[in-house]
């Protein structure tokens, strides 16, 4: 068993930055970033595999968002920048334990899942 824990959301004005962290009580594989605002269905972010060297992310974030992590505290971080009022959601990291063959980009691949941060980004 492995949990996930969030930091680092709140309220932020339009073209602002935020960074997001998730440590994990455990070791984990890839890790990814989702989010989720009213309304609207869950959106893949951004994923990473274990070493971090292969990163992929959602092609609609236009090279806004960065992930990265550190394995040494078992934690990967989401930094966000220039945001938009359309950014506000609620933001959920998800690891991978085990890999079962899902995309990187799906939420069935994950094991586990943070409690969420929210987001607000105001205009």
């Known amino acids: 068993q492995v949990q996930l824990v969030q930091s680092g959301g709140g309220l932020v004005q339009a073209g602002g930055s935020l960074t997001l962290s998730c440590a994990a009580s455990g070791r984990t594989l890839g890790m990814a970033w989702f989010r989720h605002a009213p309304g609207r269905q869950r959106q893949f972010l951004a994923f990473t595999s274990r070493s971090g060297g292969n990163s992929y992310y959602a092609d609609f974030l236009k090279g806004r968002f960065t992930i990265s992590r550190d394995n040494s505290k078992n934690t990967v971080y989401l930094q966000m920048n220039s945001l938009e009022p359309e950014d506000a959601a609620v933001y959920y990291c998800?690891?991978?334990?085990?890999?079962?063959?899902?995309?990187?980009?799906?939420?069935?691949?994950?094991?586990?899942w943070g409690q969420g941060n929210q987001v607000t980004v105001s205009s």
């Open positions: 998800a690891a991978e334990v085990s890999n079962n063959g899902e995309g990187c980009y799906n939420a069935l691949r994950y094991n586990y």
